[in-house]
């Protein structure tokens, strides 16, 4: 069955063509030299006054990536990147010392006014009305290479939490990020984690101490804005025992005719009974219609549970990118842990899209359920490629796994690459594709009170994404809100 | 493992038996440029382990190690042990063909009063003298796959089959592997069945040992063409011997409007590969694959599917069942692929595991690959252990616990077995069921 026409539309609205975050700010900056040496890592962590392990582990890092190879066996293709083309440092340029928001550069503010993402903490959102009245977002801003600006400061401080760019972490809680900073993704990880952990020049640092429940929600908003430039942020949360916080991100491009580097490196703790939420709405450049420029987005992306009955859910929206690979996953290791992970990826145009999840079931009773939408359009490729993986010991591992796609037009491809391996037997693993399975109990219930069986379908999977899209910003969500109305009428396993 | 050092060894150790062999291979001219391409091509990736993304989940390297020396031609001591297994093994009603040791053997097979339009030669007169259309077809799978090439390199023998146009055979035709082990030893077999337009066939492959037989590997392949609006039913019986390796692979193409129902069943072998590549050159075809793997001790079976809906208005159909006991592993791996412009195709594949026992392992990767707007695909994939609730009903009942177990394994293995639609050789894979489940005790 072919897409209807609502869902065509709806689709086409989004379209590489219709790239709303393409300007570009004209601001002097301040770069790395071209290329990639020892030196560039030596100029980056001197940039930053980091201490000494800092810079060790990094150029640790970067040796052992000089003894690595890209992977190949993602379904994406794009010409071979030379790394010594680019810019690995690039930081806006401070016209004098900043003391308080009023003091960044006016460029910079009008660019996330633009984009509009609040670094005035009065602000509340506009169009955004919600029965609390002043809900809160604090948001670290993320310029090129650098933090420009950390809201809400005060009020986390009070509550006991840690938010603030990874950089002035490494400086002023160095006990923390020494004790977790790549446990969950290892330098030696993969190559593009590797590179990361070399060149990484900003992203952010969260820690909620026992018990506390983060007062707000918190949002990074990353914008690469200069020319040749790789953006290599690396974010770390930590949710000790007890704990919760939700966390948001964005992230846009102005449109160039080159690509650009994208690699980033996410790690997420949990302790017993912590909750980490992580939300990501990927609205990167994507190229143009015909498939120049755009950002090559590599992201390593991981959490652990590592206390028992801790939870992580990982939600992503992906609309931009000329070529995303991304697997944001879960290692279940406290007993009863549980992960999640809600994926909309849409592409267009000449967009390349493998992404997927894993979860690795090691600690026992734990759950895992895995909501995947892939819609392809244009003569793109969405690939959506998935572990579930249950572990010897992990008895009573139950996972749940629901991948559709939809494709809109004959000239592009949607693809599902799952792994299912099941190591005992009390291991409990669902794979399916097929809409009309997902809970019977609830669609019968639905066709009963006069649904026809395709709105009972929506009703569902659409009810399920948007109780968590509805946690987004209202920025994010209105491109969201497009997406989660697209009817699942012709959508394939 | 020193990956480097295994492939040299292995590499170098049958080099030598391709070069002792040689003489015992049949073809000459193009045919032997064609062996010397395959076994290059082989030599060149060795045995494939688990970085190779088509066989993560069999690591030959690890399971198999080598490919043993080409087994010696079948002498009287041999035949007479394969005629008791085959005597053993025989299924009613059928025409056998009996390759020994990877040599046909004409006084083991039957090969007189064959129905008008069937045609029985051996892959060696086929290759040697036969002509150019069947050696092309024989010729025709590439080397990508290292152990296709390596069966390409070293084929010995084998059956090929012509059925004319119009014609329907009444009587199953069954192809028996007899492995008389008395050396460990690899047998390498290629056979080919060419299926006319508006015809009609059952074909059934057994793989059996004789008594005493252990260590020996089959390397096995099988080519098949069926024409527009013909019907080839298909059914694969694995009884290997539990220290045997066998590694088949078959290659399908169907003509318009054609049907393909194959079924295959796995429960011998120590290490095992099935991997088949159907592929749709006509539109209105239709593909039923079926398949169920019955395992346990240190067992390993992979059943790789690999379908391929190149023309629009096909239909597919895959159901897939694991069985895994003790220290088992069982390996799924289906991929469709829906290419550009095959519209209106209809594919659906699921796959369930069953675990019983907490050491045993179950790997799916039900794949899908789709290039076309105006399709119906879809896959499913469980695992998981018998339901507590469905065997306490039965134990409720006076069932015993092993009793209880072997009635859901049953219900549970049947769905895929009732596609089979002869009569006689659906009884025979419940049999086969049957035994493997009294063999649990």
Redesign the interface.
């Known amino acids: 069955?072919?897409?209807v026409q609502e869902t065509v539309d709806r689709v086409r609205q989004i379209d590489v063509d219709q790239y709303r975050y393409g300007f570009e700010t004209l601001i002097e900056s301040d770069k790395a030299p071209k290329g990639l040496s020892e030196d560039t890592v030596r100029f980056i962590s001197a940039k930053k006054n980091e201490p000494a392990w800092m810079l060790e582990w990094r150029l640790e890092a970067y040796r052992r990536w000089l003894t690595m190879t890209e992977p190949q066996?993602a379904r994406v293709h794009y010409p071979k990147i030379d790394y010594q083309d680019l810019y690995y440092y690039s930081a806006p340029k401070p016209k004098k010392t900043i003391g308080s928001l009023d003091e960044i550069d006016p460029d910079i503010l009008e660019t996330y006014k633009k984009l509009g993402i609040p670094l005035r903490e009065v602000e509340v959102l506009e169009g955004v009305v919600r029965p609390e009245g002043q809900r809160k977002i604090a948001v670290d801003a993320v310029f090129d290479s650098v933090s420009v600006a950390t809201t809400f400061q005060k009020e986390l401080k009070a509550a006991g939490v840690i938010f603030m760019p990874i950089s002035e972490a490494i400086r002023e809680h160095p006990e923390l990020v020494k004790k977790y900073l790549g446990t969950v993704v290892p330098t030696s990880d993969n190559y593009f984690a590797t590179l990361n952990s070399a060149v990484f020049s900003d992203g952010s640092f969260v820690y909620v101490p026992p018990g506390v429940r983060c007062p707000m929600e918190l949002s990074t908003y990353f914008r690469i804005n200069e020319r040749n430039t790789g953006q290599f942020e690396r974010t770390l949360i930590i949710a000790d025992k007890g704990a919760y916080v939700s966390y948001l991100e964005g992230c846009t491009a102005p449109q160039r005719d080159e690509n650009q580097l994208h690699a980033a490196v996410v790690e997420l703790v949990t302790h017993d009974d912590a909750e980490i939420k992580y939300s990501t709405v990927q609205n990167w450049y994507p190229g143009n219609s015909e498939g120049k420029g755009g950002i090559y987005n590599f992201v390593t992306k991981r959490g652990d549970c590592r206390g028992n009955n801790s939870k992580i859910s990982w939600t992503q929206v992906e609309t931009g990118s000329a070529i995303t690979w991304k697997y944001p996953s879960c290692i279940l290791r406290g007993d009863n842990s549980r992960g999640e992970f809600y994926s909309i990826a849409i592409s267009n145009g000449h967009q390349q899209v493998d992404s997927g999840t894993k979860m690795i079931h090691l600690g026992k009773n734990t759950t895992s359920r895995i909501i995947s939408k892939g819609i392809a359009a244009g003569v793109s490729q969405n690939t959506y490629r998935g572990l579930v993986t249950a572990h010897?010991k992990a008895?009573g591992a139950r996972n749940f796994t629901a991948c559709d796609?939809l494709?809109?037009?004959?000239?592009?491809?949607?693809?599902?690459?799952?792994?299912?391996?099941?190591?005992?037997?009390?291991?409990?693993?669902?794979?399916?594709?097929?809409t009309s399975?997902i809970s019977e109990d609830v669609l019968f219930y639905c066709v009963q009170r006069g649904l026809s069986q395709e709105e009972a379908v929506g009703l569902v999977v659409n009810g399920f994404v948007k109780d968590v899209l509805q946690q987004l910003p209202m920025e994010f969500a209105v491109e969201a809100q497009k997406l989660i109305s697209i009817s699942l009428e012709?959508s394939?396993? | 493992m020193n990956v480097a050092l295994v492939k040299n060894e292995t590499g170098s150790a049958l080099s030598d038996s391709f070069a002792i062999a040689r003489d015992r291979l049949p073809g000459t001219g193009k045919v032997v440029g064609a062996r010397e391409a395959a076994f290059a091509a082989y030599a060149q990736a060795g045995l494939p382990h688990r970085r190779i993304e088509d066989w993560k989940y069999t690591d030959l390297r690890a399971l198999m190690r080598e490919v043993l020396p080409l087994a010696p031609a079948p002498g009287t001591a041999e035949l007479t042990r394969a005629a008791t297994a085959a005597k053993l093994h025989a299924i009613e009603g059928v025409r056998r063909l009996v390759l020994v040791d990877g040599v046909f053997a004409p006084k083991l097979s039957e090969l007189g009063g064959l129905e008008k339009g069937l045609v029985i030669r051996t892959l060696r007169e086929t290759l040697e003298a036969g002509d150019a259309a069947l050696q092309a077809q024989l010729l025709a799978p590439d080397n990508s796959n290292p152990m296709v090439a390596l069966n390409s390199a070293m084929m010995t023998d084998g059956v090929v089959i012509e059925i004319a146009d119009g014609v329907v055979l009444t009587q199953p035709l069954q192809i028996v592997h007899i492995a008389s082990g008395n050396v460990p030893a690899a047998m390498f077999t290629r056979s080919l069945l060419r299926l006319g337009k508006d015809a009609g066939a059952t074909l059934v492959e057994s793989y059996v040992a004789a008594d005493g037989a252990k260590t020996y590997q089959v390397h096995d392949s099988l080519i098949v063409s069926i024409g527009n609006n013909s019907r080839l039913d298909h059914v694969r019986l694995n009884e290997d011997s539990r220290d045997a390796s066998n590694i088949s692979s078959a290659v399908v193409s169907l003509g318009a409007h054609a049907h393909f129902n194959t079924f295959g069943m796995m429960s011998g072998a120590g290490v095992s590969r099935y991997q088949a590549t159907i592929a749709f050159a006509g539109e209105g075809s239709k593909v039923e694959t079926n398949g169920v793997n019955l395992l346990n001790g240190k067992q390993h079976a992979d059943t790789t599917l690999f379908m391929d809906h190149a023309v629009p208005n096909g239909a597919s159909r895959e159901i897939f069942r694991a069985v895994v006991d003790d220290r088992a592993h069982s390996v799924f791996q289906g991929r469709i692929i829906v290419r550009p412009h095959a519209q209106k195709t209809d594919a659906k594949m699921m796959t369930r595991a069953l675990l019983l026992s907490d050491e045993a392992e179950a790997d799916n990767k039900p794949e899908l690959e789709i290039f076309a707007d105006d399709v119906t695909c879809g896959h499913g994939a469980t695992t998981g252990a018998l339901d507590e609730s469905l065997l306490f009903y039965l134990r409720a009942r006076g069932l015993s616990e092993k009793e209880a177990q072997a009635l859901l394994i049953q219900a549970f293995v049947g769905e895929a077995i009732e596609s089979i639609v002869n009569d006689g050789l659906r009884e025979l894979a419940i049999a086969a069921a049957e035994r493997w489940l009294e063999a649990r005790g």
């Open positions: 069955m072919p897409a066996w010897r008895t796609s494709l809109i037009g004959d000239k592009c491809g949607a693809h599902t690459v799952p792994y299912v391996e099941a190591k005992n037997s009390s291991a409990l693993f669902e794979h399916e594709a097929t399975k012709g394939v396993g």
